[in-house]
């Protein structure tokens, strides 16, 4: 199959099975058929359909070029990948969230975590819970060397003293078990200060740091109990932590209907100092009014489009800026086993509560019907994890002949329960978005190329 | 060739003989915890 679209003046046409990607010019755009075609069309009924439009030169040698590609197997290339269904087996979990604390600094209205507590009420999570956390992400991961745990909340530094305990418990294991713990931790910044700075720094292999953009889009939802907007608490911070720091960052704002032109919320972060920079749709009740909606997504993908426009031309003068959404490495990137599994909810991935309950991710937390566990009897699903091992993008109807199936692997499944009420019911808003996002991320690597 | 701009290797099938490693990245958690793209992820080989 391919996609082949029009954006920025480029003529993009992408191989679905063979993820190879091709710029070209108009006549072979037109030469190679449809968009979502999956053979090579028959080239004479070509030429008698664009006869008047191109020379016969022009054809015979776009047709040559088309024909060769199908030979190197770079267009309309077979799909082989079929038979992965009986290999979508549970796999070792060797990824975890801890929330470390169920409780926040902040009350913003968009929070999909209920202002912290995910509607269970106020609780820290205890040291002991933590390291019965790592203990059982230890066991599980079986040989997997490399473990992902992040620091999530509510607000993670409400509890930095358990943060500590775990990181220095997992570190003290790592040698024995042949483990690699990558610490991760979100934060809204509210309580950094240097010694969690220099401890995070050097300890955190990414560090997300929540920020909306603007300050009045940032102040319009992320404030404190007393009503007051947080981005003066802490922008000079999260200023302070980037100049320190060397490995990898976020921050991470959160775009509602309120600020369709979130665009300037991605270059106000960028005049900050930023050069890491996600902001990404709210995931929020539809009935809300900041909820998006079908009819705001030619808006949004407009947007899109803008940014990549301005990130193309600030790359050219040399600036650096990375967009989260934008990231894609069309050589490099993950094998194809990889994009069939798509995201490791609930199979690799888990999430871990103060009171030691388990759920298939951190956006799952407090949907008592999606629990898999809990540390504090031992007891562990492995019916639902095998939901999720066999939740693979080909076994979603909707996402199995779709181009962009290799890119976003089928999405989110919190967001499908959330929208949908099924994990293998793609939410369609959020499909559209991720479609404009991957034309755009090619796009730019087309004008920069 | 003359029409057409190849940006790089058609790489997919091939990835399958020495992939499925699963120490990469195993969801958002670490990035962005709302919406998964796998494609913008990176191969730890």
């Known amino acids: 199959m391919i996609h082949k ?7 993009i046409i992408m191989d679905v099975n063979s993820g190879a990607v091709h710029v070209t010019d108009d006549v072979t755009f037109d030469m190679v058929g449809d968009d979502g075609g999956v053979s090579m069309p028959d080239m ?77 009420g106020r609780c820290l999570m205890s040291a002991r819970i933590g390291k019965k956390a790592i203990d059982f992400l230890i066991e599980k991961s079986a040989n997997r ?24 418990y997992a570190r003290s294991l790592e040698k024995e078990h042949n483990k690699n713990f990558r610490f991760t931790i979100t934060t809204n910044g509210v309580l950094l200060n240097d010694d969690i700075i220099d401890y995070i720094n050097g300890q955190m292999s990414n560090i997300v740091l929540s920020i909306d953009g603007r300050p009045e889009i940032n102040d319009r939802f992320r404030k404190t109990a007393g009503g007051r907007g947080s981005y003066d608490l802490i922008i000079d911070k999260y ?28 270059l106000h972060l960028w005049s900050c100092g930023f050069d ?42 040399g600036e650096r800026i990375n967009f ?23 199979n690799e991935y888990v999430a871990v509560t103060p ?69 293998r019911k793609p939410h369609e808003i959020s499909c559209a978005l991720e479609k404009k996002r991957v034309e755009c991320a090619v796009m730019i690597k087309a004008a920069l190329s | 060739m003359k029409h057409i701009k190849t940006l790089n290797t058609a790489s997919l099938k091939k990835s399958a003989e020495k992939g499925g490693c699963g120490e990469c990245q195993a969801s958002c958690q670490s990035a962005c915890k709302t919406s998964c793209t796998v494609a913008n992820q990176t191969c730890e080989k």
């Open chain 1, 5 to 11: 679209y029009r954006l920025n003046g480029y003529n």
């Open chain 1, 44 to 120: 004479e009924e070509q030429r008698r359909k664009y006869a008047g439009k191109y020379t016969e030169a022009q054809m015979d040698e776009a047709a040559g070029e088309i024909a060769q590609l199908v030979q190197s197997g770079a267009l309309f290339s077979e799909d082989y990948y079929a038979g992965f269904a009986a290999k979508a087996i549970s796999s070792p979990i060797k990824s975890m969230c801890l929330h470390i604390a169920h409780d926040c600094n902040l009350v913003c209205d968009y929070c999909f975590a209920a202002k912290g507590d995910f509607g269970h």
């Open chain 1, 145 to 168: 060397r490399n473990l992902e745990v992040d620091f999530f909340g509510g607000e993670p530094l409400m509890n930095f003293g358990v943060v500590k305990e775990i990181v220095e």
């Open chain 1, 239 to 266: 200023k302070k932590l980037v100049s320190k720091r060397v490995g990898d960052y976020y921050v991470r704002g959160t775009f509602t209907r309120e600020n369709l032109d979130f665009s300037e919320d991605v």
């Open chain 1, 276 to 317: 890491q920079i996600s902001v990404e749709p709210v995931v929020t009740s539809p009935e809300l009014d900041y909820s998006l909606r079908e009819e705001d997504i030619p808006a949004i993908c407009e947007e899109y489009e803008k940014l990549a426009k301005i990130i193309i031309e600030m790359k050219q003068k």
């Open chain 1, 324 to 346: 989260f959404h934008f990231n894609i490495d069309l050589d490099g990137g993950p094998c194809i086993i990889k994009r069939l599994k798509g995201c490791g909810c609930g």
């Open chain 1, 355 to 423: 009171e030691g309950d388990i759920y298939p991710c951190h956006q799952f937390v407090g949907m008592e019907e999606w629990k898999m566990g809990s540390l504090e009897d031992g007891s562990f699903d492995n019916d639902k994890k095998q939901l999720f091992a066999a939740n693979h993008v080909l076994s979603k109807e909707k996402c199995s002949d779709c181009w962009a199936k290799f890119y976003c692997s089928g999405g989110c499944s919190a967001n499908n329960v959330q929208y949908m009420g099924d994990i």
